[in-house]
């Protein structure tokens, strides 16, 4: 199978590396459109900032390029914000697959630290995505903006407020948290998107 990260301006990318190459995927790091276009799955992740990033995406084309895509998507952390319409961070129009805006965590109490870091578990999972992982497993969360939640939210958590821990639209399918670094559970669903 042919797997390819979207090689951009976002931090985080070898940690996907390494989740994949213990599944024994050994994926290609590429910004070319034609390797994209040819690959079989499409990891998103990253760790950035919205504006930054999504500036870093224009001039090197690749937003429409991820409009474009029809095998199976991947975003993560960053990815799935940015395949949103809108971020508050930095006001920044996205690359709009799901046509939802990203928030920013508003504390309620003293103790709701921003930005939300740590082991939660995700619930409400309606997908294959989430094959034989347990309905309130614990994945790792790293992130002060979060998607609300929505018709296309597929796993949910809580933190301040309920919102979309993963979404899908079509082949497009994405985390807010991060899946290579939460563990078997984290393992298993990026063995389940290589076998969607």
């Known amino acids: 199978m042919n797997v390819a990260i979207i090689k951009y301006n976002a931090g985080n ?9 213990r599944l024994g995927v050994e994926p290609e790091l590429t910004d070319s459109p034609e390797r994209l276009m ?39 952390c960053i990815g799935q914000q940015l395949l949103c319409r809108h ?10 697959i799901f046509p939802v805006d990203v928030k920013r965590f508003t504390p309620q109490r003293h103790e709701d630290k921003v930005p939300a870091m740590g082991w939660n578990n995700i619930s409400d999972l309606k997908s ?27 796993a949910t958590a809580d933190y301040i407020t309920p919102y979309s821990a993963a979404l899908n639209i079509g082949n497009f399918y994405s985390t807010q948290f991060h899946p290579e670094k939460s563990g078997k559970a984290g393992e298993k669903l990026i063995q389940n998107f290589l076998e969607l």
Do not use: W
Request: proline fraction near 6%; glycine fraction near 8%.
């Open 13 to 21: 990318i070898y940690s996907v590396v390494n989740a994949l190459r």
């Open 38 to 76: 040819a690959a079989d799955r499409i990891l998103f992740p990253g760790q950035g900032e919205a504006g930054t990033t999504m500036g870093y995406l224009r001039e090197h084309n690749l937003d429409k390029l991820i409009a474009e895509l029809r095998q199976p998507v991947l975003g993560i």
């Open 87 to 96: 971020s508050e961070e930095g006001d920044t129009d996205c690359i709009g």
């Open 128 to 154: 294959p995505l989430f094959k034989d992982i347990r309905p309130d497993e614990y994945m790792y969360f790293v992130h002060s903006f979060y998607v609300p939640k929505c018709e296309y939210t597929i």
